[in-house]
């Protein structure tokens, strides 16, 4: 199940069974400053926009003979159109079946046959493409992405397939570990009618109808040369690779339609329940929050470090609750996702159906505290300390890099996000960052909780939290359809 891809998500949203307890060291009172790993940042891009709207962004990079790129084509499930949720996905499978000069078998042979990578994933707002190759292999990257993008075959029988195998993958999704589909049915029941509410990899009932024909309107409307960022790093010569992709795709016709953009969002007021009963639970996956903030908040440094603190490491305030001291579940954890307006903030956990208001109402207990106490300076300067240690890691690779330029340059960003990251996360105040956790941390009363598990020993725990909404994990879909508005 493809879960919410555009922005970022802040958060160890699971937390595995066989890891030990970390031992606690003594916590800093201060962060300590750290020439070198301060000074991390982007490489430079040389930036090209084509004709047709294109974006390129290379760097070189030649340490090794490698060359990675990410592309990021706007659009996503927001163009999935009503009713067809999950065209984008299915989309999105079929760009890699078969493109060209070749069917799906020769597409990929010509992958692997060079020892390369290419893989296109569904996003909430875009569709993301992904690749790695050796540099002698330039010429076959660039072919084999200007004929996915723009020559994909969507063969019937690869069509046929790609939906039959996404809406069994979802049955069985339901039968097994619930955890990677609470955030869809979080979604789905807290942002109702509003098109964040689609689940990414669609639903039972929206991708079973699907056809070619469905495959092929979608991507005349949503996929255009206008509609690229592509970013490539590694060991080329810019000037050169700029021309080859320009012949490549600068003849990409644009969309036919404008790009989707999805009104603001905003947090709930009050409580509300969503019961997804399920017979032969032995226990019960919950989730619970509101909205947060985008990819651009102003607030985004402060509040992830805040998220570190609540859900975001092993030592976190929720898993040393839950998970070390009362021995309620094997992981709790907090999830921030940033895309382009106001994603959802949640946490999450599971436990034994017997032991479901316990975990809850310990849950609840953590997030009101949190909200009012804040966190000390022992504590903030712990997490400074692991957000700044977890940084560099994540601009190590060529691929890291070309990832991160897709994204700035997605949300209309520059490099100055990623150059001041440690320096605004080593220099958080404690004062502003207790008025970021009391007004952008879901608040107690206000919350959106979805409960998965055997509604008959856990229906009047759900009572106790909102008025309940109850649905089956049968059913073809991850929340009831809104009501439509009274004539």
Aim: glycine share 8%; no cysteine; hydrophobic share 45%.
């Amino acid at each position: 199940m493809k879960g919410l891809k555009a922005g970022v998500v802040l958060a160890a949203w699971s937390l595995t069974a066989a890891a030990a307890p970390a031992a606690e060291s003594p916590r800093p009172a201060v962060v300590t400053r750290d020439a070198t790993r301060d000074a991390v940042v982007l490489p430079p891009a040389r930036t090209v926009t084509l004709k047709n709207g294109a974006r390129l962004l290379l760097v070189e990079k030649r340490d090794v003979p490698l060359v990675a790129f990410s592309a990021r084509v706007r659009g996503g499930s927001l163009g999935d159109p009503a009713g067809k949720e999950g065209l984008a996905a299915l989309t999105a499978e079929l760009l890699q079946r078969g493109a060209g000069a070749r069917d799906a078998n020769q597409f990929a042979d010509a992958v692997d046959g060079v020892g390369g990578s290419l893989e296109v994933s569904p996003g909430l707002e875009a569709l993301v493409v992904r690749g790695q190759f050796m540099a002698r292999d330039i010429p076959l990257m660039v072919e084999l992405l200007a004929d996915l993008l723009q020559r994909p075959r969507f063969e019937q029988a690869e069509v046929d397939k790609t939906r039959e195998r996404m809406v069994s993958t979802l049955a069985a999704e339901k039968d097994g570990d619930l955890r990677q589909l609470m955030p869809v049915y979080f979604q789905a029941f807290h942002f109702g009618a509003h098109p964040y509410a689609r689940p990414v990899g669609g639903n039972e009932a929206s991708l079973a109808p699907l056809q070619r024909e469905d495959v092929l309107a979608y991507a005349k409307a949503q996929l255009g040369g206008d509609r690229l960022i592509l970013s490539v790093v590694g060991d080329f010569d810019a000037k050169q690779l700029a021309t080859r992709l320009e012949a490549a795709l600068g003849g990409w016709a644009r969309a036919s339609s404008p790009a989707p953009v999805a009104p603001p969002t905003a947090p709930t007021k009050g409580r509300r329940v969503l019961l997804v009963d399920k017979p032969d639970a032995t226990q019960t996956y919950f989730t619970l929050g509101n909205t947060g903030i985008s990819r651009t908040d102003a607030e985004r440094v402060e509040l992830g470090v805040a998220n570190t603190v609540l859900g975001g490491r092993f030592t976190s305030l929720l898993n040393t609750a839950l998970r070390i001291k009362s021995g309620l579940t094997y992981g709790a954890s907090s999830r921030l996702s940033t895309p382009l307006r106001a994603g959802a903030y949640s946490v999450a956990s599971y436990t034994k159906t017997e032991s479901t208001g316990q975990a809850m109402d310990l849950t609840v207990e953590v997030l009101t505290r949190f909200r009012e106490q804040g966190l000390d300076a022992p504590t903030l300067a712990s997490a400074q300390e692991y957000v700044l240690g977890q940084f560099p890691p994540t601009l190590e690779t060529g691929a890291q890099i070309a990832a991160q330029w897709s994204e700035l340059a997605f949300f209309g960003l520059d490099a100055s996000d990623v150059d001041d990251y440690a320096r605004r996360v080593s220099q958080v105040d404690p004062a502003r960052l207790k008025a970021v956790i009391q007004h952008r941390v879901p608040a107690p009363e206000d919350l959106t909780v979805v409960m998965v598990g055997k509604a008959a020993d856990i229906r009047e725990v759900a009572r106790t939290y909102g008025p309940v909404t109850e649905m089956r994990i049968a059913d073809p879909f991850f929340a009831p359809p809104p009501k439509a508005p009274k004539p």
